[in-house]
């Protein structure tokens, strides 16, 4: 699973995620259960750093427009589709959450349409209808663009699945960095509580003990003016939160 600088540090990077909690049956088959609707509800670093449990896992939301997986059911499938396409190597390849299967993942440079189920065991994923679970340490900068052959085995084949299209748009993030808000203050009116939380739950994963973390809030709050019941509901709020392990 995923700890909170994992999934912090995909959000850095400008990816669209949503935590998944993850089960196992009695024969190791893996049940995934999204805990935001990851289609309309955009995850940022304030619910990563107050709300994400150890146990979560990091899906990749796909938009349609920057990611293609291949999701083999199996290793079978996955040797079975390899001998008929070599170039399927070239994608950043993956163990998928169950241990069972494989990702592999390639730029969409194409606009592939998302098909589930476009031959036995395999699914394209390419839509912000779905998503695919992916392993912290998986290197998406590495992608590569889609080799002629598996473009034309998905044209050839887009036909036999199910087709799903594209209907999520994303939305803003924070509207400051978080570290800037101590020599900048906690940005713009409207914003400056929720801006304020997200530094204080930061400070908390960087180890500052409480008193110091009030310290930085106070010194960041010279450019805000909001008020010390305001400061204080949000830091003893939040660190209730912290040592009680959430």
Known sequence: MATKTEAIRWLNEGYDITPIQVSYDE????????ILSYASDKLDKLW?????????????????SDYVCFDFDDMHEYTSFQ???????????????????????????????????????????????NYAVVDSDTD????????????????ENKANGQKLNNSFEGRSSL?????AMITEGFGEEGTRNRNMSVLVWTLMTMGFPKLAIYSVIDLANQYSGLTQSEIEKTIEGSWRKWTNGN
């Open 27 to 34: 024969t190791g088959h893996a049940t995934k259960k999204p």
């Open 48 to 64: 990563v750093l107050s709300n994400w449990k150890r146990h979560y896992a990091i899906a990749l939301v796909m938009s349609g």
């Open 83 to 129: 001998v008929r396409f070599p170039t399927i190597e070239d994608g950043v390849i993956e163990k998928s959450v169950s241990g069972r299967g494989v990702h592999v993942f390639f730029k969409n440079n194409h606009n592939l349409t998302q098909v589930i189920g476009i031959e036995k065991g395999l699914d394209i994923k390419a839509s912000k209808n």
């Open 140 to 155: 998406l900068s590495e992608c590569v663009d889609l080799s002629d052959e598996l473009l034309e085995f998905y044209n």
């Open 175 to 179: 509207t400051i960095p978080e570290l």
